[in-house]
Nanobody, 116 residues
Framework: QVQLVESGGGSVQPGGSLRLSCAAS????????MGWYRQAPGKQRELVAN???????NYADSVKGRFTISRDNAKNAVYLQMNSLKSEDTAVYYC??????????WGQGTQVTVSS
């Protein structure tokens, strides 16, 4: 069982920045992937960004050039730096851990609100 705790959400004006953190209960060094997803009201949960064990990354088109995912295996943590935030980035952001390709774990989510 892997427990994930997200933090760093909040309210920010358009154009602002936030950094989300996800702390895992144990080592993530062997995990196939770690990622961030988001779910806006009335919409399905969608991939924002993920990072694979080898270090390669994948981003949703809507966040490319604005968001950066990073991973610190020594701290069992993954981060999402979000810059140039837009109102459409408003959502609950979830951390996902994929130790293998057949099992995965979710965090409880953290709210991000972008509004003037």
């Amino acid at each position: 069982q892997v427990q994930l705790v997200e933090s760093g959400g909040g309210s920010v004006q358009p154009g602002g920045s936030l950094r989300l953190s996800c702390a895992a209960s144990g080592s993530i060094v062997s995990f196939n992937a770690m990622g961030w997803y988001r779910q806006a009201p009335g919409k399905q949960r969608e991939l924002v960004a993920n990072m694979f064990r080898g270090g390669s990354t994948n981003y949703a088109d809507s966040v490319k050039g604005r968001f950066t995912i990073s991973r610190d295996n020594a701290k069992n943590a993954v981060y999402l730096q979000m810059n140039s935030l837009k109102s459409e980035d408003t959502a609950v952001y979830y951390c996902k851990a994929e130790p293998t390709w057949v099992n995965y774990y979710w965090g409880q989510g953290t709210q991000v609100t972008v509004s003037s």
